[in-house]
């Protein structure tokens, strides 16, 4: 048996000679450089002690070595877990104590901070900087770059855990095998039609699904290749358009990229797809983008638990503020959120899907993963929608109140808690409000104690070391009462109707 996923990235290489990354600084990497490194590193994991089954666990800055250990990672046939760079150190113990890992990666920068952590749950700690350098690096140095003999991996073992969250604030980590990772990215290659004459300006953070699994597996099952940015500048992404075929990105890039003034049917002549996600993409944007460049964005719709589940034509019309199709193997229906029967086309409803991509459970929360699936097999998603009569599928709420900000999954209830535990609060309710920049802007609504002097300045101050920065609400705005149904339940949906145009 081979390497499940790691064989199909050989199979598809064009060449060792052929290009697979470009960095912002010049820098060139090639398909037989990307295999000799990531051996160098696989040789340094086993060294260490790492064996199949372990969980490796980064938290540091986007960079081609910090890629080349997730495929080191698969290579040893290890679990790779990218944790967000913005999670404090209350955050990662956690995540940390959770999954147990055999190695956590860190920043030289937060190594004081994190390595308590790392001992506690007794993972080894190395370092790895932006620029690529770390103790991980020097080890790998010293390693033979000669072939690494991949560690046998079936479609069904596990490629990586993806922490998620719920509205109960406790995070799940969501395990993906080599099969959802593969399938979903051969599939989004055939169905974007990427080859080997691809080059992905890739400016998205590679700890989320998108930027990870959709963007660079996608690549590399193509034998395509990225312009690598460390993270999305609107000037040196229309710059590098002059070099690339394809982007994929999150609503705020498109929005910056069309306020500025360099944004032209010259700039992305060379360009033959723009792709976006994690968040919806403003009807207004999506018309903006296309009036200036010609181009229309073609936007789709995934979960970390899922990978992409659909998305709009390559050919065909891209409907604004529509998610498309099922990809080809993905089942799904739209359902009575009560009774589970099919809805009509133009009723909402959840939304269930099922095929390939889907994953295979939370980590170590067997009763939580039987709740998520119904008996048939179908992955309830907590996201509501409805099919047009045209078989579009549209995202029109959140089940679970998730909310999206700037591409990235912020969960009320872990918000609510820690307002609430500030001196002087009754009670909070966080809601997502439509953001021209972020998709959805992060908002709190606090009752205070009578008397309390408590305002937005010392709950922003209160929060800012205690949650990442893409948690943090954009408003904190003050009232006297929330408003609740007859069970006693806030009704969040009164909330978002009230401050809809709050960011306008």
Same mark, same amino acid.
Request: aromatic share 8%; no cysteine; proline share 5%.
């Given at each position: 048996?081979?390497?499940?996923?790691?064989?199909?990235?050989?199979?598809?290489?064009?060449?060792?000679?052929?290009?697979?990354?470009?960095?912002?600084?010049? *820098?060139?990497?090639?398909?037989?450089?990307?295999?000799?490194?990531?051996?160098?590193?696989?040789?340094?994991?086993?060294?260490?002690? +790492?064996?199949? $089954?372990?969980?490796?666990?980064?938290?540091?800055?986007?960079?081609?070595?910090?890629?080349?250990?997730?495929?080191?990672?698969?290579?040893?046939?290890?679990?790779?877990?990218?944790?967000? %760079?913005?999670?404090?150190?209350?955050?990662?113990?956690?995540?940390?104590?959770?999954?147990?890992?055999?190695?956590?990666?860190?920043?030289?920068?937060?190594?004081?901070?994190?390595?308590?952590?790392?001992?506690? @749950?007794?993972?080894?700690?190395?370092?790895?900087?932006?620029?690529?350098?770390?103790?991980?690096?020097?080890?790998?140095?010293?390693?033979?770059?000669?072939?690494?003999?991949?560690?046998?991996?079936?479609?069904?073992?596990?490629?990586?855990?993806?922490?998620?969250?719920?509205?109960?604030?406790?995070?799940?980590?969501?395990?993906?095998?080599?099969?959802?990772?593969?399938?979903?990215?051969?599939?989004?290659?055939?169905?974007?039609?990427?080859?080997?004459?691809?080059?992905?300006?890739?400016?998205?953070?590679?700890?989320?699904?998108?930027?990870?699994?959709?963007?660079?597996?996608?690549?590399?099952?193509? $034998?395509?290749?990225?312009?690598?940015?460390?993270?999305?500048?609107?000037?040196?992404?229309?710059?590098?358009?002059?070099?690339?075929?394809?982007?994929?990105?999150?609503?705020?890039?498109?929005?910056?990229?069309?306020?500025?003034?360099?944004?032209?049917?010259?700039?992305?002549?060379?360009?033959?797809?723009?792709?976006?996600?994690?968040?919806?993409?403003?009807?207004?944007?999506?018309?903006?983008?296309?009036?200036?460049? $010609?181009?229309?964005?073609?936007?789709?719709?995934?979960?970390?638990?899922?990978?992409?589940?659909?998305?709009?034509?390559?050919?065909?019309?891209?409907?604004?503020?529509?998610?498309?199709?099922?990809?080809?193997?993905?089942?799904?229906?739209?359902?009575?959120?009560?009774?589970?029967?099919?809805?009509?086309? $133009?009723?909402?409803?959840?939304?269930?899907?099922?095929?390939?991509?889907?994953?295979?459970?939370?980590?170590?929360?067997?009763?939580?993963?039987?709740?998520?699936?119904?008996?048939? =097999?179908?992955?309830?998603? =907590?996201?509501?929608?409805?099919?047009?009569?045209?078989?579009?599928?549209?995202? +029109?709420?959140? =089940?679970?109140?998730?909310?999206?900000?700037?591409?990235? %999954?912020? @969960?009320?209830?872990?918000?609510?808690?820690?307002?609430?535990?500030?001196?002087?609060?009754?009670?909070?309710?966080?809601?997502?409000?439509?953001?021209?920049?972020?998709?959805?802007?992060?908002?709190?609504?606090?009752?205070?104690?009578?008397?309390?002097?408590?305002?937005?300045?010392?709950?922003?101050?209160?929060?800012?070391?205690?949650?990442?920065?893409?948690?943090?609400?954009? *408003?904190?705005?003050?009232?006297?009462?929330?408003?609740?149904?007859?069970?006693?339940?806030?009704?969040?949906?009164?909330?978002?109707?009230?401050?809809?145009?709050? @960011?306008?």
């Amino acid at each position: 048996m081979s390497n499940w996923l790691f064989e199909a990235v050989r199979t598809a290489a064009p060449g060792d000679a052929a290009p697979f990354i470009e960095t912002a600084d010049g *820098r060139t990497l090639s398909y037989g450089e990307m295999f000799a490194r990531s051996s160098q590193l696989a040789r340094a994991l086993v060294s260490i002690g +790492v064996k199949p $089954g372990d969980r490796i666990a980064a938290q540091v800055e986007k960079s081609v070595e910090a890629l080349l250990l997730y495929l080191a990672t698969v290579r040893t046939g290890g679990v790779f877990l990218p944790l967000n %760079n913005g999670y404090t150190a209350s955050e990662i113990d956690y995540f940390i104590g959770d999954a147990e890992p055999a190695l956590f990666v860190v920043d030289p920068a937060t190594r004081a901070a994190l390595t308590p952590i790392g001992n506690k @749950y007794g993972a080894r700690v190395e370092t790895l900087d932006r620029d690529g350098g770390g103790s991980l690096t020097a080890l790998a140095a010293g390693e033979s770059d000669s072939a690494f003999d991949d560690v046998s991996r079936g479609p069904d073992d596990l490629a990586a855990i993806l922490y998620t969250s719920g509205t109960t604030g406790r995070s799940k980590g969501a395990m993906l095998s080599h099969d959802n990772l593969l399938s979903n990215a051969l599939t989004l290659k055939d169905y974007w039609r990427f080859t080997p004459d691809d080059r992905l300006l890739h400016a998205l953070p590679i700890f989320h699904t998108h930027g990870l699994f959709v963007a660079t597996n996608t690549v590399l099952v193509a $034998g395509a290749s990225m312009i690598f940015l460390p993270r999305f500048d609107a000037d040196q992404a229309i710059s590098a358009m002059t070099r690339a075929t394809t982007m994929m990105g999150v609503p705020t890039f498109y929005v910056r990229l069309v306020q500025h003034g360099g944004l032209t049917r010259e700039a992305t002549r060379h360009m033959r797809l723009f792709i976006s996600g994690s968040a919806p993409l403003l009807a207004e944007t999506h018309r903006a983008f296309e009036a200036l460049t $010609g181009h229309r964005v073609l936007e789709r719709y995934g979960m970390t638990e899922t990978n992409m589940i659909t998305s709009n034509p390559y050919d065909g019309d891209r409907v604004a503020g529509a998610v498309g199709f099922p990809l080809p193997g993905v089942s799904l229906r739209v359902v009575d959120v009560e009774t589970g029967a099919p809805v009509p086309d $133009g009723d909402v409803g959840m939304i269930e899907v099922k095929g390939p991509n889907v994953f295979k459970g939370y980590w170590r929360m067997p009763e939580k993963t039987k709740t998520e699936f119904r008996e048939d =097999g179908f992955f309830v998603t =907590g996201d509501l929608g409805k099919r047009d009569e045209r078989g579009y599928l549209h995202i +029109v709420g959140r =089940g679970k109140d998730l909310v999206i900000s700037g591409g990235y %999954n912020v @969960y009320p209830k872990e918000i609510e808690s820690e307002i609430d535990a500030l001196p002087g609060v009754v009670e909070t309710a966080v809601i997502g409000v439509a953001h021209p920049d972020f998709g959805e802007g992060v908002t709190a609504l606090v009752v205070l104690e009578k008397g309390a002097s408590v305002d937005e300045t010392a709950v922003l101050s209160a929060l800012s070391g205690r949650l990442a920065k893409f948690k943090q609400p954009k *408003r904190v705005l003050f009232l006297d009462d929330l408003p609740r149904n007859a069970m006693g339940k806030v009704q969040k949906n009164l909330l978002r109707e009230r401050y809809a145009d709050l @960011y306008t």
